[in-house]
Nanobody, 124 residues
Framework: QVQLVESGGGLVQAGGSLRLSCAGS????????MGWFRQAPGKEREFVSA????????YYADSVKGRFTISKNNARNTVYLQMNSLKPEDTAVYYC?????????????????WGQGTQVTVSS
């Protein structure tokens, strides 16, 4: 079993920055990709960003491209999401996810393990 623990959420003013972290632990941590999703109240969970574990290829939703940066530290089994120029519409619970095998990176169904989520609130 793999456990994912997110941290770094909080309250920030519009235009500010936050850095989310997601640490993986448990059985030998072997993953194909890790991703970040978010869910605002009354809305479906949506893709934010993903990174392939071995090659570091990155993917972003159009809504965050140019503002968010995903990165990883393989030695620490940790993935990060640097969020800059935050907007009120970025307010949501952010979830980290890990995919054990190849799949559609932007689809929640491709991911096998999920963290508990961390709240990000951006005030106007």
């Amino acid at each position: 079993q793999v456990q994912l623990v997110e941290s770094g959420g909080g309250l920030v003013q519009a235009g500010g920055s936050l850095r989310l972290s997601c640490a993986g632990s448990g059985r030998t941590f072997s993953t194909y990709a890790m991703g970040w999703f978010r869910q605002a109240p009354g809305k479906e969970r949506e893709f934010v960003s993903a990174i392939s574990w071995n090659y570091g290829r990155t993917y972003y939703a159009d809504s965050v491209k140019g503002r968010f940066t995903i990165s990883k530290n393989n030695a620490r089994n940790t993935v990060y999401l640097q969020m800059n120029s935050l907007k009120p519409e970025d307010t949501a619970v952010y979830y980290c996810a890990a995919a054990a095998t190849t799949g559609i990176y932007y689809s929640p169904g491709s991911y096998d393990y999920w963290g508990q989520g961390t709240q990000v609130t951006v005030s106007s």
